[in-house]
């Protein structure tokens, strides 16, 4: 089985959409699949990491300008998103459409919030079947199957969105979580047993544009801390802000390190007695282990998951990061009782068991649906 994967990731993206491509596609590889990706070349790409992860990638070019003389005449509809593409739908879908040609896969796997229904339909004769990884229910698709991993979503919110025989996967049991979790699940479950506040690890994604790490370890030199903890930041390599996180981890009260490109996080986690962690698809590796968590949100569409997380008692929630020097204190001594240690990660438990790739791989190996 051959399976394309289109998605991008950049300064202003992120690297989400990419590493949960790539959890899908190694379990797929797994399987016997042959996978590939196309991504633009934004600043901040991950082509380097994909190849590193041995497979083959086609990089389009940020400055591609397919011309198109009756542009003018296409009534495209502009979306949420349309600037995270660099390019229009129809430019981004002829560069495709000669790579698609060539593979013609069984599966083109989309995870891209500046695509919807004009793009996939002008490509639908290079490929047999369309999976879409959303989390917005904002456009039109025309998709066999959608996943949609985040809480607070229901069917009734795509039903006006794709044909009325695709498959919809709805959910935190479907989020794309690598399989270090589901097995270190157990482990970090048994930790919380005796609630403690002595590790805390920081993670606000790859990239971190807001620098919302650096406001946090300078928000948390005003807390009140066990004088034995300790701090982890994890950070990736293309991080606009590391420099200024290192300068400002050597400055900590308690003992701080930068970790960057770390390819253990399910460890990490697993050994943290609370994250300060951005929204968004880490929300639900932090659930499957049970770790009790001060979220911030980063970016507008993260805001309904953070809030449905909020009211299903799993995290404390910082819904600005510009709030947190205000913020963070008082969340921090609430963690610091352990009643509310225990009910943030009994109730985070409950969201997200970490098998979420194997249903989509079982879904997707049902030539019937």
């Known amino acids: ?89 129809y430019q981004d879908a002829k560069i495709c459409a000669p790579i698609l040609e060539k593979i013609m896969p069984e599966w083109l796997i989309v995870d891209h919030y500046a695509l919807d229904a004009e793009w996939e339909a002008s490509l639908q004769t290079f490929f047999t079947r369309l999976l879409v990884i959303d989390d917005l229910a904002d456009r039109k698709h025309i998709c066999d199957v959608l996943i949609d991993q985040n809480l607070g979503h229901a069917e009734q919110d795509y039903t006006a969105l794709v044909p009325n025989d695709c498959r919809l996967m709805i959910g935190p049991q479907y989020a794309l979580l690598r399989p270090e979790f589901a097995r270190l699940r157990k482990q970090s479950l048994k930790r919380r047993v005796s609630p403690r506040l002595e590790h805390i690890l920081v993670t606000m994604g790859g990239i971190d544009q807001a620098n919302a790490t650096g406001w946090t370890l300078h928000a948390l030199k005003t807390c009140a801390l066990p004088v034995s903890c300790q701090i982890s930041v994890v950070m990736g390599l293309n991080a606009p802000n590391l420099a200024k996180v290192a300068d400002a981890a050597a400055n900590m009260p308690w003992p701080t390190e930068v970790l960057v490109n770390i390819t253990d996080m399910g460890e990490r986690m697993a050994s943290a007695d609370i994250v300060i962690g951005a929204a968004g698809g880490t929300s639900w590796e932090r659930c499957c282990l049970g770790v009790p968590t001060i979220m911030v949100v980063l970016a507008d569409n993260q805001k309904s998951g953070a809030k449905a997380l909020l009211s299903s008692g799993c995290v404390e929630l910082i819904e600005e990061f510009r709030d947190i020097p205000m913020q963070l204190p008082a969340a921090i001594r609430s963690l610091a009782n352990e009643s509310t240690l225990s009910a943030l990660s009994e109730n985070a438990r409950r969201i997200c068991d970490g098998l979420g790739v194997q249903k989509v791989l079982m879904q997707m190996s049902n030539k019937n649906g």
């Open 1 to 89: 089985m051959k399976v394309v994967f289109r998605t991008d990731a950049s300064l202003q993206i992120g690297s989400g959409h990419v590493m949960r491509c790539l959890t899908l596609a190694e379990a797929l590889r797994a399987e016997g699949a042959e996978c590939y990706f196309i991504c633009r070349e934004h600043p901040g790409h991950l082509l380097d990491v994909i190849r590193g992860k041995g497979f083959n990638a086609y990089g389009l070019s940020s400055a591609d300008n397919c011309s198109d003389p009756d542009m003018s005449a296409r009534q495209t509809i502009e979306l949420t998103h349309t600037h995270w593409l660099g390019t229009t739908q």
